[in-house]
T-cell receptor, first 116, second 108 residues
Framework: DTGVSQDPRHKITKRGQNVTFRCDPISEHNRLYWYRQTLGQGPEFLTYFQNEAQLEKSRLLSDRFSAERPKGSFSTLEIQRTEQGDSAMYLC??????????????FGSGTRLTVV | GIQVEQSPPDLILQEGANSTLRCNFSDSVNNLQWFHQNPWGQLINLFYIPSGTKQNGRLSATTVATERYSLLYISSSQTTDSGVYFCAALNQGGKLIFGQGTELSVKP
């Protein structure tokens, strides 16, 4: 286990379709975070999990977005009825609860979504 | 919540030049991270630095927590240093808040 893995790397979808992204964190990390980054901006927080519990959701996460981490390992982020404004890079990160202050987050390579 | 501001927004350097990137944050933080985002979008950890100074090769960072700013120094810049540099503050709830980034372009 060498880092945080995200799949797919790129996704092109038609407006109105549903998409699902997957994130596999570093195995010993119990915290998992989703961020969204639009062109020219810094990443913005969407939601995070500690083990399987979703502890916080941003106002950016509309009703069309849902995230799960059913067994406290990998996570999925689903977007229903995609809109052009959903086009962005979706980044996943993980950390340990104890290590987040000293070691921070480790990010995956991201999933770039384009809605046409 | 915490506000994070970075300056300058853009920077163009000739290869071999030195540069300083600045990050201001509006409240006390648990930690501060500097990242380099490569052209493929990957965020690479550079430093975790809540206070003091750290060095790693041609890069160093200093955070003055009492004055709520951090600096990233790049010496003898190379073309491979090009990309976007982000600082991010870890708030009391363990959430990373990012600045808008500094886009660095190093010309050969």
């Amino acid at each position: 286990d060498t880092g945080v893995s995200q799949d797919p790397r790129h996704k092109i979808t038609k407006r109105g379709q549903n998409v699902t992204f997957r994130c596999d964190p570093i195995s010993e990390h119990n915290r998992l975070y989703w961020y969204r980054q639009t062109l020219g901006q810094g990443p913005e927080f969407l939601t995070y999990f500690q083990n399987e519990a979703q502890l916080e959701k941003s106002r950016l996460l509309s009703d069309r977005f849902s995230a799960e981490r059913p067994k406290g390992s990998f996570s999925t982020l689903e977007i229903q009825r995609t809109e052009q404004g959903d086009s962005a890079m979706y980044l996943c990160a993980s950390s340990s609860e104890q290590g987040v202050i000293n070691y921070g987050y480790t990010f995956g390579s991201g999933t770039r979504l384009t809605v046409v | 919540g915490i506000q994070v501001e970075q300056s300058p927004p853009d920077l163009i350097l000739q290869e071999g030049a030195n540069s300083t990137l600045r990050c201001n944050f509006s409240d006390s933080v648990n930690n501060l991270q500097w990242f380099h985002q490569n052209p493929w979008g990957q965020l690479i950890n550079l430093f975790y630095i809540p206070s003091g100074t750290k060095q790693n090769g041609r890069l160093s960072a200093t955070t003055v927590a009492t004055e709520r700013y951090s600096l990233l120094y790049i010496s003898s810049s190379q073309t491979t240093d090009s990309g976007v540099y982000f600082c991010a503050a870890l708030n009391q709830g363990g959430k990373l808040i990012f600045g808008q980034g500094t886009e660095l372009s190093v010309k050969p």
